[in-house]
């Protein structure tokens, strides 16, 4: 697991994770992580760039476009990453915005992370920046390629509260509804509700994995609901046009 690295100017990171949000209530603090995010953005472009360009040499332009977009426009990914160097528990937002679950929202999550990387390039340069970005990247990078599926659902949790917060404006909620087994090796089950609708269900050897399974099971049946959606769609235009 990749750890946070050192940083000689420690008023660097803490920028990095300082959220506008507790910029508005702590003006003291001075600025937010806004424009360290606008330059970790790009210094993640062309990393990104030059580490798949690198590792891959049979794949065209094409294709490395696509695994590079899986990566970096991917916010569950870059989610994940900020999740990975637990960024989430030492993000500095506003008293509102943390009681909304901001700590958990891919958003602010992806965006932390990316004002991390344009801190850790002002203060240790592009080499080591490259080395930090390349230990979280590759091994992700090589999973895709090998298992493209594998894409999908790297942050269960985050996918489906982002999909939760978009269409009906709730976080989902995990309800422990049975343990079992004996205290060294006990086996949960969680159910997962939106708006008071049970969604899926999730059996894990702990409380936080078996939320995961039940997010991941939540999110292959709203895949498949979509999908149904967009072939009912396809049917209905392709009978509007043999009707012209």
Known sequence: MTSLPFFRRSPLLTQALTHSSYVNEHPEV????????????????????????????????????????????????????????????????????AKVGARKNPEILSDVFEAVVGAYFLDAGIEAAIAFIEALVIPVADQIVQQPEAAVSQNPKGELQEWALANYGEIPQYKTIQESGADHDKTFTVVVTI?????????????????????????????KQESVTSNERLELLQSLANQI
Not at 81 to 88: I, N
Request: hydrophobic share 40%.
């Open 195 to 223: 708006q008071g609708d049970i969604y899926a269900q999730g059996i894990g050897q702990s409380k936080k994995l078996a939320q995961k399974a039940a997010a991941q099971e939540a999110l292959q049946k709203l895949t």
């Open 30 to 97: 001075g600025e937010s992580n806004e424009r360290l995010e606008f330059l970790g953005d790009a210094v993640l472009k062309f990393v990104m760039g030059k580490l798949l360009y690198e590792r891959y040499p049979q794949f065209q332009e094409g294709e490395l476009s696509r695994l590079r977009a899986s990566l970096e426009n991917n916010r569950h990914q870059l989610a994940s990453f900020a999740l990975d160097l637990g960024l989430d528990q030492l993000l500095l937002l506003g008293k509102g915005t």
